[in-house]
T-cell receptor, first 116, second 112 residues
Framework: AQTVTQSQPEMSVQEAETVTLSCTYDTSESNYYLFWYKQPPSRQMILVIRQEAYKQQNATENRFSVNFQKAAKSFSLKISDSQLGDTAMYFCAFIISNFGNEKLTFGTGTRLTIIP | ETGVTQSPTHLIKTRGQQVTLRCSSQSGHNTVSWYQQALGQGPQFIFQYYREEENGRGNFPPRFSGLQFPNYSSELNVNALELDDSALYLC???????????FGPGTRLLVL
């Protein structure tokens, strides 16, 4: 079975601080992609960052970066210089690269609050 | 803005009724997936359509069905609505090159 675990239901940090959200996953496949999505109160699921499992280099997107540990099946998200607009639910997810049935498997989410 | 649109935004139905939700994919994306997100949970995969055919399904009963049209827009149909069908329904179109799914704003369904 393919699963994603986010062990931090809620987190809060002061504006401008750095925060790290944890994610572990389980799959027996070797070719897959990992994602962090953000869902603000507006409900729109927004892509934050993606990582190909075959790449050792950690992905970065401006203030967002990941720490991908393939052997440990760990995929944490670091948000630097946090801003009020970062307040949202954050979901970790992965997809198996396969023809057909490329479903995203999501974790239960971490609610992040940035405090002014 | 992802370019994926969904309608309607909100919908209220009663138990036993039928509902149709609609989605327009991002330009150039020929694969669309539907997800159900219950309150306080992560999205759950319902099914995926590729070139007008279903080519993957999650653990949902047959009363959840779909269609994809030649322009790659899509519908999700739910028959015999149950109270537990109350949820946010998300549509996502897939960029096959990057294996990335881009989501629409969702349809909030309430079943009374």
């Amino acid at each position: 079975a393919q699963t994603v675990t986010q062990s931090q239901p809620e987190m809060s940090v002061q504006e401008a601080e750095t925060v790290t959200l944890s994610c572990t996953y389980d799959t027996s496949e070797s070719n897959y992609y990992l994602f962090w999505y953000k869902q603000p109160p507006s409900r729109q699921m927004i892509l934050v960052i993606r990582q190909e499992a075959y790449k050792q280099q950690n992905a970065t997107e401006n203030r967002f970066s990941v720490n991908f540990q393939k052997a440990a099946k760990s995929f944490s998200l670091k948000i630097s210089d946090s801003q009020l607009g970062d307040t949202a639910m954050y979901f970790c997810a992965f997809i198996i690269s396969n023809f057909g049935n490329e479903k995203l498997t999501f974790g239960t989410g971490t609610r992040l609050t940035i405090i002014p | 803005e992802t370019g994926v649109t969904q309608s309607p935004t909100h919908l209220i139905k009663t138990r036993g009724q039928q509902v149709t939700l609609r989605c327009s994919s991002q330009s150039g994306h020929n694969t669309v997936s539907w997800y159900q997100q219950a309150l306080g949970q992560g999205p759950q995969f319902i099914f995926q359509y590729y070139r007008e055919e279903e080519n993957g399904r999650g653990n949902f009963p047959p009363r959840f069905s779909g269609l994809q049209f030649p322009n790659y827009s899509s519908e999700l149909n739910v028959n015999a609505l149950e109270l537990d069908d109350s949820a946010l329904y998300l549509c996502a179109s897939r960029d096959t090159l990057s294996e990335t799914q881009y989501f629409g704003p969702g349809t909030r369904l309430l079943v009374l």
